[in-house]
Nanobody, 127 residues
Framework: QVQLVESGGGLVQAGGSLRLSCAASGRFLSRFGMGWFRQAPGKEREFVAAIRWSGGSTYYADSVKGRFTVSRDNDKNTVYLQMISLKPEDSAVYYC????????????????????WGQGTQVTVSS
């Protein structure tokens, strides 16, 4: 069992920055990959970024490449999503999720392939 708690959301002006955190607890975290997803009202949940606990390989959606950075702190069991140059279209509820290995290319972008989810944190970017 893995528990995930997100924090760090809020209201920011376009061009601003936010850092989201996802605190994880549970066993065998190193066997999981961690994903960030977002969901805006009336839209499907979409993949944003992902990282492997072991090794730290990172993956990004094209829409956020160069603006978002995913990282992890193994000592704190926390995954971060640093967001810069935010746009109004980045507004959504952001979720972190954990997926047990093998965390392949096709699986890590599919929300249905994740095993555990946090409660979400709201990000609102004003124009």
């Amino acid at each position: 069992q893995v528990q995930l708690v997100e924090s760090g959301g809020g209201l920011v002006q376009a061009g601003g920055s936010l850092r989201l955190s996802c605190a994880a607890s549970g066993r065998f975290l190193s066997r999981f990959g961690m994903g960030w997803f977002r969901q805006a009202p009336g839209k499907e949940r979409e993949f944003v970024a992902a990282i492997r606990w072991s090794g730290g390989s990172t993956y990004y959606a094209d829409s956020v490449k160069g603006r978002f950075t995913v990282s992890r702190d193994n000592d704190k069991n926390t995954v971060y999503l640093q967001m810069i140059s935010l746009k109004p279209e980045d507004s959504a509820v952001y979720y972190c999720a954990a997926q047990y290995d093998p965390f392949t290319t096709d699986l890590r972008v599919r929300s249905g392939a994740y095993d555990y989810w946090g409660q979400g944190t709201q990000v609102t970017v004003s124009s």
